[in-house]
Structure formats: structure tokens, C-alpha cells
């Protein structure tokens, strides 16, 4: 809403696309579909100050209905490092009596079936089942409840004068004595209780290190930067060969818009300006929105990206471009979003209104549709991203290598861009059977790759001056952390960093007995030089 945008809670402007004067408050509407960054520059006429390009075009009624009937769908991003901070700020303003986590059902899959029951079940009595019934049991159990959980940041709010128990049980998810949780599952309580959306997100945090260590402000970073726009379309931006890059965009380690399946979706469509951004978001965050649905229309070329249906506030607009009723425009929006498709008289008032038949088809098959305001919001969180990869790229490559820390080894300190190369080469090879952690070292490989071919590179991890947690960028190049020694995990990294403040260390024998490390880790400092010119001991030959 306008008025979230003007409290500051949400940096992102609702209004139809426009231009206003920082200088003597002048507001001017802008008549087009595309969002207000894209706006060509424009001075003022009163005082001749270069104007601000502002506005997203999302309706407010699609948060609240015509009529204020409507559930809203609050979500609000956070840095994850604050959380907890937000979640308790939220109960201590409602009241702790008044919010409650919102409740999950961890239901068994067809294949955890197979493997977790069925297989063991045949294994301990020795029967032989055949596939064919396998997969009758497997599907029949498929659904079943397995155990309890919680939402990663939804928070239920009871109504005032109401209590908890006249919407829902409730309970302590597993292992946890501290949080309480709705006992049904927070889907069932939709159209009841309001849900908020507190969530944790690794890009406040990521765009609040790099500014800090830039001392610039995050707002600073434009959103019309046209070679940064570039990385998007292509890599000729960042100095990289083309051919090494397979779809050849340059979003590889971008927040949202670095998996293969947007890198695809990007060289497929090759987004110019900010609002086709916007699009790209909502395409990747439905479901049956791209695949066999816009990605087809753009194919064939029966319609362009700004046409296909992304995001759900843009088919009430449309609709109601259209001539259709607002109240009809608002209902179909709903049941479209939700994947519950048309009714017949949806369809003939479309029709009426000469709405295209690719249009509808299209409607039909849609399963789940994404908020244009959180596809808006994303899209500005990466764009500030892709920005400093573009102008400052070692600040870039360090701070994602903190975010996936979890794929980054030790030994890829000393990599070049061959042995780069080769490892990246030999876990795409496995394909799908690769393990979470093998993919997860896969991803950084990517990234360290176009690092090398850009020509940056890293220090050597060092006891004084490396940072116990965190990738650091020193004279253009980066200063790997303390974490990343193996077995030297979260709380050894910290205690490193508490002991080295107080004084230095005189010896190994003194490094052990105030940081507690464990053989393993004394034996990796010593044998790969990072306690450089720490002796063994505090004894002192005489003769």
C-alpha cells in the first residue's frame, strides 16, 4: 500500500509509473504500462532539478479486495541475521497471547515410501513385492501425515476478543519447548486468521556488509544502471567469454536470478528494462506460469514478455483495461491465482470483451501465481546486487562466497581457472546423482570460475588477518575466513577471534590451551602455513 510505502515499512512505491521533484514536490503521472524507473530522464520544468522516476503499479485491492473482504497477504522481508529480533517485536505488539507460529504437516512422498517402509518392510519379512504393487502402495500412502512442523516466518494474529482455541489446537513443533505452534496446518486457517510473513532473507544481510564495507548507502545503488541492466541479457558486460557460459547470461551468483532454470528463462527472453525484471520474477516463482504456458507463447510468438501473464495483480489490470467490471476483473484474478481456473461465465465476459483465446488458455493453466509487490521487491534486492558485480565484482565474488559458505573447500584457495575448470566439469558430468553437499560445491565452482576468468583471486587464509566467519576484500583481492579450516567449526572460528583480540598468540602450545583446537585443525594450520612465524613452543633452548 501507499501508505506502508510512505511509513517506510516497504520500499516499494504502488503508484501507476511517474516523475516527481525532490526539489519543489512536483508530481507528474506518466501514461505507460512500464514501471517508473524505466521512464526516460526528465528535469523539472519549475526549478530544473533532475527528476525522480518512481512507481509499480500495483492495486491496492489486491491486497484488501474492492470492498475491504479480502485476506491480506502480508509478507515483509528481513535480514535473517534479525529474525528472531522481528518475531519478537511482533509479539510483544500484538501481545504473546495474540501470535502464534504458524503450524506445517510433514506429509510421506510416493519415493520416501518406497524406500523408508515398503523396501525395509520387504527386507525384515522377506517377501518379494512386485513393482507394479509397489507403486499402488507407494501412491495409496503418499499424503499421510508423517510428523509436525513450522513455517519459516509466518506468524498467525487472533482477532481481537478472540482466543486460540476457538480456531485451532495448538502445540510445540519437534524438539522445541520454547515456540509455540498452531496444531492445523496454517493453509486450513487462511481465509480465518491473518498470517504475516516475517521472513528471514540473505540479501538485506548480503547488501548491508557490502555497503558497510563500501561506506555508500544502499538506496545509492541506481536501478537504471544500463550495464548492469546488460548482465542480464549477456556476459560482454563483465569481460567473459561467451562460450563458457551455457545459457551465456551473466546472472551466475544474482539473488533469484542465478539457477539454470531463470538463466534459461533469461537468454530466452533477453529483459532490457526493469518492469521485464518484474516479469522474469513472477514467471519463476509460479507454478505452470513459464513452463508450457508464456514460455510457449514466446516461442511461437504469439505474445511478448510484457504480454504473457507473470504476475497476479497485472491480470486484474489487464482485465480491467479491458472494460470488464471491476468486481469480475478482482474475481478472476483470485481464482486464477489460486489455479482453480475459470468458471464458464468468466470465460464468455472475457470473450465479450475480446479478451485474446491465448489469453484465456493461458488462465486456465496456471497453478499458483506470485504478488507483483514481492516480485517487485526482489527484483530491486538483486538489481543492487548484479550492480556491484558489475562495479565492484571482488566485493561481489566475496560476499558470495559467505552466503554459500557450506560449498566452499579449502583447497579451491589454490585453484586456477583450468583446475577451476576441471572440477566443475567432473560434478556436471554426475548429473542427478550428485549429493546436496557435491551440488552445493558445485554452484560455488561456477562462481569461482568467472572469478578467475576476471582475473581476481584469493589471500591466503592467515591467523591475524583473516575474519573468523567472513570473506573479506583486501587490496583487490579476497582474504578467505579462519571457517573455512576444516573442522574448525562456528564456536572454535569465535574463539579464535575472542583470543587473538586479547593478545597475540606466543606459540602453538598457547594457541591449544586458549582456543581449545583440536589436533586436526593444529595439524592443517601448521602444514598449510597459517600460523606463519608462531613457534611450536614457549621453551627456549639455552645450549
Known amino acids: ?225 544500463p550495464d548492469t541492466m546488460k548482465l542480464f541479457s549477456g556476459v560482454k558486460v563483465i569481460g567473459v567469454d561467451p562460450k563458457n557460459y551455457n545459457p551465456p547470461v551473466g546472472t551466475l551468483g544474482i539473488p533469484e536470478y542465478g539457477t539454470k532454470f531463470t538463466r534459461d528463462m533469461l537468454a530466452a527472453t533477453k529483459p532490457s528494462t526493469f518492469s521485464e525484471l518484474v516479469y522474469i520474477m513472477g514467471l519463476s516463482h509460479g507454478t505452470d506460469v513459464w513452463k508450457n504456458n508464456a514460455e510457449e507463447l514466446i516461442k511461437s510468438k504469439t505474445a511478448v514478455l510484457k504480454e504473457v501473464i507473470s504476475v497476479r495483480d497485472d491480470i486484474m489490470n489487464y482485465l480491467i483495461g479491458k472494460g470488464l467490471a471491476k468486481d469480475m476483473a478482482f474475481n478472476i484474478t483470485e481464482m486464477v491465482r489460486k489455479g482453480k481456473g475459470l468458471a464458464r461465465g468468466q470465460e464468455e465476459d472475457m470473450r465479450k470483451h475480446k479478451v485474446p483465446e491465448w489469453y484465456i ?21 538483486s538489481f543492487r546486487i548484479a550492480y556491484i558485480k558489475v562495479h565492484r565484482p571482488e566485493y561481489f565474488y566475496a560476499d558470495y562466497f559467505n552466503r554459500e559458505l557450506k560449498g566452499f573447500d579449502h583447497g579451491f584457495l589454490s585453484y586456477g581457472i583450468k583446475e577451476a575448470n576441471t572440477a566443475k566439469k567432473h560434478l556436471e558430468a554426475a548429473g542427478m546423482r550428485l549429493e546436496k553437499k557435491e551440488k552445493d560445491r558445485l554452484k560455488v565452482l561456477e562462481v569461482l570460475c568467472e572469478m578467475k576468468e576476471r582475473g581476481f583471486g584469493f589471500l591466503d587464509v592467515d591467523l591475524y588477518l583473516s575474519d573468523p566467519f567472513l570473506f573479506r576484500v583486501e587490496n583487490g583481492s579476497i582474504r578467505p575466513p579462519l571457517s573455512i579450516v576444516p573442522d574448525l567449526g562456528e564456536s572454535l572460528a569465535a574463539a579464535f577471534g575472542k583470543e587473538r583480540e586479547k593478545s597475540k598468540f606466543s606459540s602453538l602450545e598457547d594457541m591449544i590451551k586458549r582456543t581449545r583446537a583440536n589436533k586436526n585443525v593444529v595439524e592443517f594450520i601448521r602444514k598449510n602455513n597459517i600460523a606463519k612465524g608462531i613457534p611450536e613452543s614457549d621453551q627456549t633452548a639455552l645450549f
Do not use: W
Open 361 to 381: 488458455d493461458s488462465c486456465r493453466k496456471i497453478g499458483y501465481m506470485f504478488p507483483k509487490a514481492h516480485a517487485v521487491a526482489y527484483a530491486i534486492m
Open 1 to 225: 500500500s501507499i501508505a506502508a510505502f510512505f511509513a517506510g515499512i516497504s520500499e516499494v512505491n504502488p503508484l501507476p509509473a511517474h516523475y516527481y521533484c525532490r526539489e519543489c514536490g512536483v508530481f507528474e503521472a506518466a501514461d505507460t504500462e512500464l514501471a517508473g524507473i524505466d521512464l526516460p530522464e526528465k528535469k523539472c520544468a519549475l526549478c530544473g532539478c533532475k527528476m525522480g522516476r518512481d512507481g509499480f503499479n500495483i492495486p491496492f485491492e489486491t491486497f484488501m479486495g474492492f470492498k475491504g473482504d479480502k485476506i491480506p497477504d502480508i509478507d515483509l522481508n528481513f535480514s535473517g541475521e534479525y529474525q528472531d529480533k522481528i518475531h519478537r517485536f511482533i509479539e510483544d505488539f500484538f501481545g504473546s497471547e495474540n501470535v502464534f507460529r504458524a503450524g506445517t504437516i510433514v506429509t510421506v512422498q510416493g519415493q520416501a515410501v518406497r524406500k523408508d517402509f515398503i523396501e525395509k518392510y520387504s527386507e525384515k519379512t522377506g517377501k518379494k513385492i512386485k513393482e507394479a504393487e509397489k507403486e499402488r502402495l507407494a501412491r495409496g500412502c503418499s499424503g499421510v501425515k508423517r510428523s509436525t512442523g513450522q513455517h519459516a516466518g509466518g506468524l498467525m494474529l487472533l482477532p481481537e476478543g478472540k482466543e486460540i482455541y476457538d480456531f485451532t489446537p495448538i502445540q510445540h513443533p519437534p524438539k522445541n519447548e520454547k515456540i509455540i505452534t498452531t496444531h492445523f496446518e496454517f493453509g486450513t486457517l487462511h481465509d480465518t486468521l491473518i498470517k504475516v510473513d516475517a521472513l528471514g532473507h540473505d540479501v538485506p544481510t548480503s547488501l548491508k556488509r557490502i555497503c558497510s564495507a563500501l561506506n555508500i548507502r544502499v538506496e545509492d545503488i541506481p536501478l537504471d544502471d
